[in-house]
């Protein structure tokens, strides 16, 4: 099993319609993160938690929430979908002193 | 705030050539650099990682080594295989008081690599 799950793998949805994209992790980690990717962009930060209680916005917040229920889950939701968040989406987890641990990715494409 | 420029692809290389790919990067403080590597369909995967200046991070036959004077991380391998095909992202990170840690990466914008036989 992978150490950094995400469902669903790919997603097609409509403009206007929520979704929420699922993270859970088994490293046993505190620290988790979504990302975005597109194409010659590289990866941006959407949001960060150091833990439970602790969430932070990243660079391109806007338009997207998160939820961290436990520390092994961290949902992403577009709560109105639109065509420009068109994108690859990668959940990474980490603890302090070990490197980023990702999973292997959502597409999601707007409509 | 914080960036890291690498070097735009496409990179296009035969079996056994040697590989370089260019990163430099703009920080505050000391943070740690890491190289990436994205296979098809697959999520990143760290493939070097360096926490200090001077030190060379190796792995698969890749190495970089961290250049504070030159802000510099340049990923190098001296006979590319046709498995190494992927996209390559430089990233930094800072760990504050920590060592080692990623907390908040930041990344480049990524190198496609392709190797042909």
């Known amino acids: 099993d992978a150490d950094v799950t995400q469902t669903p793998r790919n997603r097609i949805t409509k403009t206007g319609k929520r979704i929420m994209l699922e993270c859970s992790q088994t490293?046993?980690?505190?620290?988790m993160y979504w990302y975005r990717q597109d194409p010659g962009l590289g990866l941006r930060l959407i949001y960060y938690s150091f833990d439970v209680k602790d969430i932070n916005k990243g660079e391109i917040s806007d338009g997207y929430s998160v939820s961290r229920q436990a520390q092994a889950k961290f949902s992403l939701s577009l709560e109105s979908a639109i065509p420009n968040q068109t994108a690859l989406y990668f959940c990474?987890?980490?603890?302090?002193?070990?490197?980023?641990?990702f999973g292997q990715g959502t597409r999601l494409t707007v409509v | 705030g914080d960036s890291v420029t690498q070097m735009e692809g496409p990179v296009t290389l035969s079996e056994e050539a040697f590989l370089t790919i260019n990163c430099t990067y703009t920080a505050t403080g000391y943070p740690s650099l890491f190289w990436y590597v994205q296979y098809p369909g697959e999520g990143l995967q760290l493939l070097l990682k360096?926490?200090?200046?001077?030190d060379k991070g190796s792995n698969k036959g890749f190495e970089a080594t961290y250049r504070k004077e030159t802000t510099s991380f340049h990923l190098e391998k001296g006979s590319v295989q046709v498995s190494d095909s992927a996209v390559y992202f430089c990233a930094l990170g800072h760990t504050g008081a920590r060592k080692g840690g990623s907390e908040k990466l930041v990344f480049g914008k990524g190198t496609k690599l392709t190797v042909n036989p």
């Open positions: 490293k046993g980690h505190d620290r």
């Open positions: 360096a926490t200090k200046a001077d």
């Open positions: 990474a987890t980490s603890a302090e002193n070990t490197e980023a641990f």
